[in-house]
T-cell receptor
Framework: EAQVTQNPRYLITVTGKKLTVTCSQN?????MSWYRQDPGLGLRQIYY???????DKGDVPEGYKVSRKEKRNFPLILESPSPNQTSLYFC??????????????FGPGTRLLVL | QKEVEQNSGPLSVPEGAIASLNCTYS??????FFWYRQYSGKSPELIMF????GDKEDGRFTAQLNKASQYVSLLIRDSQPSDSATYLC??????????????FGTGTRLQVTL
């Protein structure tokens, strides 16, 4: 089954404790992206990757890191989480990043609470 | 900053009626437009995309695009209680180089009443 998976689905942590949220897709997609969703602010892009070893900042990259060592995986790293990073996070992928962008497929989401 | 505007709602329509959801965008160069549906606590799922001016129909859903007015809408005919969700409008535009970006509106919450 074609899908985007994320782990963990729910996470409660404390300020400053490094964490990683994994994202994996099995559709051989080149383009992957991370979003956060907050009430009243909608989906905002954190980072994206056009292909292996190619990543770039989205609209709200502060406090986050990413890497793309393999085509299928795109982990999101919070080196020192803070309470303002409490949010619902989605990973998404699409075939390419062409201008008439193909459909983005979303993972199930990771709900993060930073105390 | 590219902007996509939607009325947050809730938009309440009776079962069987037509629901009309609207979206405006700021980037006149935007070329592709998407409607996603998101149930509470779930991930967005694509309903329709549209590239050309005019109407595009898929079952009970019709997307309408007017690039001159920078306006895109989604009509849902014969609304069902299962259509109750938040509908996200997304607009694609070219970023630096060859990358394109997708900007989402904050969504319109639709409630279909019995």
């Amino acid at each position: 089954e074609a899908q985007v998976t994320q782990n963990p689905r729910y996470l409660i942590t404390v300020t400053g404790k490094k964490l990683t949220v994994t994202c994996s897709q099995n559709m051989n997609h080149e383009y992957m992206s991370w979003y956060r969703q907050d009430p009243g602010l909608g989906l905002r892009q954190i980072y994206y990757s056009m292909n292996v070893e190619v990543t770039d900042k989205g609209d709200v990259p502060e406090g986050y890191k990413v890497s793309r060592k393999e085509k299928r995986n795109f982990p999101l790293i919070l080196e020192s989480p803070s309470p303002n990073q409490t949010s619902l996070y989605f990973c998404a992928s699409s075939l390419t990043s062409g201008y008439l962008q193909e459909t983005q497929y979303f993972g199930p989401g990771t709900r993060l609470l930073v105390l | 900053q590219k902007e996509v505007e939607q009325n947050s709602g809730p938009l309440s329509v009776p079962e069987g009626a037509i629901a009309s959801l609207n979206c405006t965008y700021s980037d006149r160069g935007s070329q592709s437009f998407f409607w996603y549906r998101q149930y509470s606590g779930k991930s967005p799922e694509l309903i329709m995309f549209i590239y050309s001016n005019g109407d595009k129909e898929d079952g009970r859903f019709t997307a309408q695009l007017n690039k001159a007015s920078q306006y895109v809408s989604l009509l849902i005919r014969d609304s069902q209680p299962s259509d109750s969700a938040t509908y996200l409008c997304a607009v694609n535009w070219r970023d630096t180089g060859t990358a394109s970006k997708l900007t989402f509106g904050t969504g319109t919450r639709l409630q279909v009443t019995l």
